[in-house]
């Protein structure tokens, strides 16, 4: 296995080599506006350095979100692209499962909570048993309406960073952003033991901003 991950749904533009056992390289640059500039040259960078062509790639994953829809479709559509060009499998995994994967590397146990930036005042968030178990679904929701849900456990991820007062304690040492490192090293496991991933389609969460506007005329020629 040669497994090429990446991601775009967080600030951070970062890409991994994965052989199944260990990591090769990775890169992860954090500029939440550069996502499509950064992502191809990450992705020559990685294989440069551990000496591998695109063409060598067997796997690929990629991390489906949530995240803001600008950043995240980079991400998926640069996957997407590569895996119908070396006709791959193309695996998605929930960008939470990576950071809270890599908290666990980090030496987080126990349950916590993961949260990343959402924009608009909001976080994307979810609550884990331990590094490799999520107990919720993916949620978007106003740190200040989550009282109970999070209450007591330790938080993790750039939204816990943003909105102490909504979120417990952040150990030291803990992840902010997404590492594509951590990310295909939990694809590798999960696809060692014969599970299958999410597909290649974006958890969102969020209706788009451009909508049709609401009592909108149409107007058909006579």
Same mark, same amino acid.
């Given at each position: 296995m040669l497994l090429l991950a990446l991601d775009t749904a967080t600030p951070a533009v970062t890409v991994a080599l994965h052989d199944g056992t260990d990591v090769l390289a990775e890169s992860r640059q954090v500029d939440a506006r550069r996502h499509g500039e950064l992502l191809l040259p990450a992705v020559d960078k990685v294989l440069a350095e551990a000496g591998a062509v695109l063409a060598q790639v067997?796997? $690929?994953?990629?991390?489906?979100?949530?995240?803001?829809?600008?950043? $995240?479709?980079?991400? $998926?559509?640069?996957?997407a692209t590569f895996g119908a060009a070396l006709d791959i499998p193309v695996h998605g995994l929930c960008t939470l499962d990576g950071i809270a994967y890599a908290a666990g590397r980090a030496g987080l146990t126990g349950p916590f909570v993961v949260a990343t930036d959402a924009r608009r005042k909001e976080v994307y968030w979810a609550r884990y048993d331990d590094a490799r178990t999520r107990v919720t679904e993916p949620a978007v929701d106003r740190p200040a309406d989550l009282g109970e849900r999070v209450a007591g456990l330790p938080a993790v991820g750039a939204g816990a960073l943003l909105y102490p007062d909504a979120f417990g304690a952040v150990p030291a040492g803990m992840p902010e952003h997404q590492s594509a490192g951590a990310l295909a090293a939990l694809a590798a496991e999960k696809l060692a033991r014969g599970e299958e991933l999410l597909p290649n389609r974006p958890l969102y969460l969020r209706r788009p901003d451009a909508q049709v506007p609401a009592n909108y005329k149409v107007v058909t020629p006579r």
């Open positions: 067997t796997d $690929l994953v990629v991390g489906v979100g949530p995240g803001p829809y600008t950043g $995240l479709r980079v991400g $998926l559509v640069t996957a």
